[in-house]
């Protein structure tokens, strides 16, 4: 089967960033299928190395790369989407213009997976795909614009409603939709639209990527100065919808604890503000490093004594499950999780850490102290979180439910 798939920030594991879906498309190529991707230059976390100094733009508008077996369409981006709003809204421009160039000049495939966010660009290229009518299935990672709006992101009564419309197209003309979690199912077939046109299939990973051994901890840890201390780990986006100031506050309470240690590893929107309140706070107990390629993921982990997941307390992600939650789970580490609905349940039923109300800073502490007086405990729930990640969110077993449900969309 070819498979043409629209994902506006692919990167491998060389780059920063969450690699759910190079996992997938690397193990649909394992199973014999054509993969072709259509993207921009840069990940979500940060800017590929290579971009503004090898080529000039002329010749960034449209190129071909081949990684892992996978043929990757990039077009010309905007590389400051996470440095400013204007930045972000210039990142969306770019694609809008360009990914549908790339879908219209790619070699005829069988289906399309369309994968947003962000929605403006899987639009245009979903116009792409109607004129060269093409099958189309898409992958619903957030609600926008429900998500936006709820964290007051988006205002604009009229871009609420474009945004809206352009979301129900997409869901009209799709031959299947695929929901990361089941409160987004639940939310799209509540909206009207079958319960046999939305399958949920939650996000997954390989486990064996995210182990490293006993050797590799002390190494990161004496490196960082960490020999000492009980390490409290966030990797991944520093965004808007994180809920980042939970941490700042909890590493307030313990300010006077050397022994505690904040690590937060990541790249996003509010990493500006991030720095600033750590300063300002003049917390000498928080560290915020750059972002480090997924490759490295599993070495931080092992380095870390607990991991911390949290969004902002908001109805919308109640049906969210963090991609790091699952990641953090596969490196066997004990799990703080201010998440409410799905993150909160997995958590709970793998036995896997510790959960708190999303901005109860005062709870976080006091799980951090519980960890750290039982490092035996601590270890348990990190076994039952891999163990529980083995059985439910094995990317193997996904790749094949998506190439099942590629096939009949496929076919029509």
């Given amino acids: 089967m070819k498979i043409l798939v629209v994902y506006p920030y692919f990167v491998d594991k060389s780059a920063a960033g969450h690699s759910l879906m190079y996992d997938t498309l690397q193990t649909l190529v394992r ?36 990684i892992g077996g996978i043929r990757v369409y990039r077009t010309l981006s905007y590389t400051g989407h996470q440095k400013s709003f204007i930045g972000r809204v210039m990142s969306y421009l770019y694609l809008c213009l360009m990914s549908p160039l790339a879908v219209m000049v790619a070699a005829r495939p069988d289906v399309v997976l369309l994968s947003p966010p962000p929605l403006y660009p899987i639009f245009t290229s979903f116009l792409a795909c109607l004129l060269r009518r093409l099958p189309v299935m898409v992958e619903v990672r957030d609600l926008w614009p429900d998500s936006l709006v709820q964290m007051g992101v988006m205002r604009n009564p009229f871009i609420i409603r474009g945004t809206a419309w352009m ?38 990973v390989d486990p064996d990527h995210f182990v490293a051994d006993g050797a590799h901890r002390e190494q990161l840890r004496v490196a960082h100065g960490w020999t000492d201390k009980f390490v409290l780990l966030y990797f991944g986006a520093l965004g808007e919808a994180n809920n980042l100031g939970v941490i700042v506050r909890a590493a307030q309470r313990l300010a006077h604890r050397p022994e505690f240690r904040f690590v937060l590893v990541g790249d996003g929107f509010r990493r500006a503000w991030l720095e600033q309140e750590v300063r300002e706070r003049e917390l000498t107990n928080v560290e915020v490093l750059p972002p480090v390629p997924k490759a490295q993921a599993a070495g931080f982990l092992a380095a870390a004594d607990a991991c911390v997941v949290t969004l902002q307390d908001l109805p919308v ?34 036995g896997g850490g510790y959960c708190f109300e999303p901005d109860d800073d005062e709870e976080l502490v006091r799980h951090m102290e519980r960890l750290r007086q039982d490092p035996a405990a601590a270890q348990q729930l990190g076994a039952g979180a891999r163990r529980y990640v083995q059985a439910h969110f094995d990317i193997t077993r996904r790749s094949s439910r998506i190439a099942s449900l590629l096939q009949q969309a496929a076919q029509g």
Wanted: hydrophobic fraction near 40%; glycine fraction near 8%; aromatic fraction near 8%.
């Fill in 31 to 66: 199973m014999g299928h054509d993969v072709t991707v259509v993207s921009g230059e840069t990940g979500y976390m940060e800017a590929r190395a290579n971009l503004a100094t090898r080529r000039p733009w002329w010749r960034r508008l449209l190129y071909t790369e081949w």
């Fill in 167 to 204: 979301e129900r197209c997409i869901y009209d003309r799709s031959s299947a939709i695929v929901a990361l979690t089941q409160g987004i199912a639940d939310n799209i077939v509540r909206r009207g639209w079958r319960p046999e046109k939305v399958h949920e299939l939650p996000c997954a």
């Fill in 317 to 350: 992600f109640a049906g969210a499950i963090p991609t790091k939650l699952i990641e953090y789970m596969a490196g066997a580490r004990p799990v703080l999780c201010g998440v409410r609905g799905e993150a909160r349940r997995i958590v709970e039923s793998a």
